[in-house]
């Protein structure tokens, strides 16, 4: 992640949304967890809050095409300043919740 921003030359403390493949593992939900933590986490002001979403919570895997889905779900985000709740979002998997800095799983509705 930091390459990629780093080579298009964006700042990482500017993003606000982060859309996550959300596998839905033990291992691999706490593993993408700890690189947006790692790449997009600390501490700032609340209107630096940063939001975490996963389209596929509301339409559910889509195997070869989840990727797109998630591309999708950030341009309508990023389209219409508003995030679409995790559905059925209740609480952060422990292993997940020791990583997220101050990422927000996000269980109701955003405007950006």
Same mark, same amino acid.
């Given at each position: ?9 964006? #700042? ?20 993408? &967890?700890? &690189? ?11 209107? #630096? ?37 995790? &559905? ?25």
């Amino acid at each position: 992640l930091r390459n990629t921003y780093g080579k298009a030359g964006l #700042d990482t403390s500017l993003t606000r949304y982060r859309e996550a493949h959300g596998t839905e593992t033990v291992i691999g939900d706490p593993l993408e &967890a700890s &690189a947006i933590s790692n790449v997009f986490g600390g501490k700032g002001k609340l209107e #630096d809050t940063k939001f975490v979403g996963a389209v596929k919570s509301n339409i559910r895997h889509l195997e070869h095409a989840s990727g797109i889905a998630g591309i999708i779900n950030t341009v309508l985000v990023l389209e219409r300043a508003i995030i679409p709740p995790n &559905a059925n979002f209740q609480e952060l998997n422990a292993r997940v919740q020791s990583v997220v800095c101050d990422n927000i799983m996000v269980s109701a509705f955003v405007n950006l």
